[in-house]
């Protein structure tokens, strides 16, 4: 009875907005990320996906993007840089933030009741021998390629001066607009494109792991 579902999604949207409403959202804090010796760190943070660095350390410059980023489980540092990151929510936006996912909680759940249907994506945790910053040569692009994968799965590269961005799921790996499958080989691996069997890369880590 469509009706039903439709009225009991409305009935817990309302409990789930008023709970929302009534939970303190996470206030912004500050934490510490280096990169010692050079080498690749991750500082596991809930981020809330709002991190910003308010006071570099090191002597080394940091770029984000280059040798430093984020993802919503935690802040990447790498080739020298270290530094000082707010993560998280400002405090004085807590009330509009608890109210916009109070109203996004309802809204959510009454279009999962007109639909009766839901698709979770599953979270996955990306195996420690695979993060990190990783570089190969591409013979068939004839070019040069680094990337760095990260523990929630998020990809970041460059071949050449091109940019371009992914995600890893072992052993599927996207890069731009290639597929690969990858094969753990020493410290690094080796991505067979999955349109090209002819198109490997071998993957050397160049930033350390966990």
């Known amino acids: 009875m469509p009706g039903k579902g439709l009225s009991r999604a409305v009935s817990l ?10 939970m303190p959202t996470r206030a912004e804090r500050t934490i510490t990320c280096e990169s010692n010796n050079y080498r690749y760190r991750y500082c596991r943070v809930d981020t809330d996906n709002q991190v ?8 080394a410059s940091c770029r984000q993007g280059e040798n430093w980023g984020y993802d919503r489980h935690g802040v990447w540092v790498d080739r020298g840089c270290a530094a000082e990151f ?13 109210a916009g996912a109070a109203v996004a909680g309802l809204v959510a759940l009454m279009a999962i009741a007109g639909s009766q249907k839901t698709e979770a994506a599953p979270a996955h945790e990306v195996s420690s021998w695979a993060v990190g910053s990783f570089s190969g040569y591409d013979e068939v692009e004839r070019t040069q390629v680094q990337l ?13 001066t091109t940019q371009f961005s992914g995600s890893f ?27 090209n069997a002819g ?9 350390s792991g966990y």
Request: hydrophobic share 40%; glycine share 16%; proline share 2%.
């Open 13 to 22: 949207g309302a409990c789930a907005a008023l709970l929302a409403a009534s």
């Open 52 to 59: 910003r660095l308010v006071n570099r350390i090191s002597n």
């Open 86 to 98: 707010t993560v998280g929510q400002r405090s004085s936006h807590g009330g509009a933030v608890a």
């Open 148 to 160: 760095t994968i990260l523990p929630g799965g998020s990809v970041s590269g460059n071949a050449g």
């Open 169 to 195: 799921k072992d052993p599927e790996l996207v890069a731009g607009r290639h597929r690969f499958t990858v094969q753990r080989s020493g410290n690094g691996f080796v991505a067979t494109d999955v349109a």
């Open 199 to 207: 198109h490997r890369v071998v993957f050397q880590r160049i930033g």
